[in-house]
C-alpha cells in the first residue's frame, strides 16, 4: 500500500498511526454527542497536519493530597473574585468579578460569623459566566472559611488572616488546607490540542491550579466502567485517545491518578471484577481441579519415561557381562 507520504496518517503513539479519514469519523462522532456543548471539537490543517482542539474532561483520581502554591500574598482581603472554583460552595465570575447579589452563593464560614448584608468590595459588573474557562477542583474536606469584610474588623485580625490566608487565581484560602485531595471522580477540564502528549497535558493541568507537585507523580488513565485500566504513555496524545474511546463518559473517563497507587487492568481481567465471590471462588475450584488433573497427567507420563529410561539402563549395564 501506498501511503503517498504521512499526511494521510495522524500519529496517535508510539508507532501507532490512524488514518486521518478513520479519525475524521470518530471526530464527527463525537462531536454529534456534544453537539450544542462546549466540549465541542474543531478541528484545522497545518502545512497538511490535521489539528484538533478543544475541551479535554479529566477526572480526579487521588488518594494523596496535592500541594498548592502559595501567591499573591501581599493582595487585598476579600470575598473571592475569581472564575476559579475550588469549593463547591463557590461560583464566580469567569473574569474577576462578582456575581450579582441574587445569584450571590452563599459564603461558608468557619473561624466566625459572617456580617449580614456585608456588601463585597471591589465588586465590578457581573459577567457571563463560560463552562469552559472555569476550572473545578471539588474538596473532599476542608476547613476553609471565608470572612466577609466587615467594619468591625481590626488592623491586628487584618494581619492575622494575612498571614493564614494566601490566594489561587484571586481566591484565598487558609494556609492550612493548602495541602488537601481533591474529592475523587470530580471532574476539571483543560483546553488542549491533538499535539499535546501526555507530559504536556499534565504539566498543564497542574499549572491552571497551581499544583506544586511535579508532574512525574501522576499519570493519566483510561477506567472503563468494566474496570479495566489502561494508562497513556508518554509519546501518546490524549486527545486522540479520547476521541478513539468515544465521547461517553458512562463507558469510559479519563483519570488523573498517582502513578505508584495504580496498576493497570486489562481487559481480560476485567472481565472478572465484577463477578461475586461466590462465583469467582467456583471459577478458582474449578481452575485447581483442571490443574490436578493435568499435574496427574504429566506425573504418568514421566513416570512412564522413567521406567523405560531405568529398563534400558538394565539392559546396557548386562550385556558385557553376558559376553
Excluded at 490566608?165 to 476539571?188: E, L, Q
Excluded at 483510561?222 to 468515544?246: F, M, W
Excluded at 497427567?297 to 529410561?309: G, N, V
Aim: hydrophobic residues 30%; glycine residues 6%.
Amino acid at each position: 500500500m501506498d501511503y503517498g507520504g504521512c499526511e494521510y496518517l495522524v500519529p496517535c503513539g508510539k508507532d501507532k498511526y490512524i488514518s486521518k479519514n478513520e479519525l475524521l469519523l470518530h471526530l464527527k462522532t463525537y462531536n454529534i454527542y456534544y453537539e450544542g456543548q462546549n466540549l465541542q471539537l474543531r478541528h484545522r490543517e497545518e502545512e497538511g497536519e490535521l489539528i484538533v482542539e478543544g475541551l479535554l474532561n479529566i477526572s480526579w483520581g487521588l488518594r494523596r493530597p496535592i500541594r498548592l502554591q502559595m501567591q499573591d500574598d501581599n493582595q487585598r482581603i476579600r470575598p473571592p473574585p475569581s472564575s476559579s472554583s475550588w469549593h463547591s460552595g463557590c461560583n464566580l465570575g469567569a473574569h474577576g468579578s462578582v456575581l450579582k447579589p441574587s445569584t450571590l452563593p452563599d459564603i461558608q464560614v468557619t473561624d466566625a460569623e459572617a456580617v449580614p448584608n456585608a456588601e463585597a468590595p471591589g465588586s465590578g459588573a457581573a459577567t457571563k459566566l463560560q463552562p469552559e474557562e472555569t476550572p473545578q477542583l471539588m474538596r473532599t474536606r476542608s476547613d476553609v472559611g471565608v470572612r466577609r469584610r466587615g467594619s468591625a474588623r481590626t488592623p491586628s485580625e487584618q494581619r492575622r488572616i494575612r498571614r493564614h490566608r494566601f490566594s489561587i487565581n484571586g481566591h484565598f484560602y487558609n494556609h492550612k488546607t493548602s495541602v488537601f485531595t481533591p474529592a475523587y471522580g470530580s471532574i476539571t477540564n483543560v483546553r488542549i490540542n491533538s499535539t499535546m502528549t501526555t507530559p504536556q497535558v499534565l504539566k498543564l493541568l497542574l499549572n491552571k491550579f497551581k499544583i506544586e507537585n511535579s508532574a512525574e507523580e501522576f499519570a493519566l488513565y483510561i477506567v472503563h466502567t468494566s474496570g479495566e485500566k489502561q494508562k497513556l504513555r508518554a509519546s501518546d496524545y490524549p486527545l486522540i485517545a479520547r476521541i478513539l474511546q468515544g465521547p461517553c463518559e458512562q463507558v469510559s473517563k479519563v483519570f488523573l491518578m498517582e502513578k505508584d497507587q495504580v496498576e493497570e487492568v486489562t481487559y481480560d481481567v476485567a472481565q472478572y471484577i465484577k463477578f461475586e465471590m461466590p462465583v469467582l471462588r467456583s471459577f478458582i475450584q474449578k481452575l485447581e481441579e483442571e490443574e490436578d488433573r493435568e499435574v496427574k497427567k504429566l506425573m504418568r507420563k514421566y513416570s512412564i519415561l522413567r521406567l523405560m529410561i531405568e529398563q534400558r539402563l538394565e539392559e546396557i549395564s548386562e550385556g558385557p557381562t553376558a559376553m
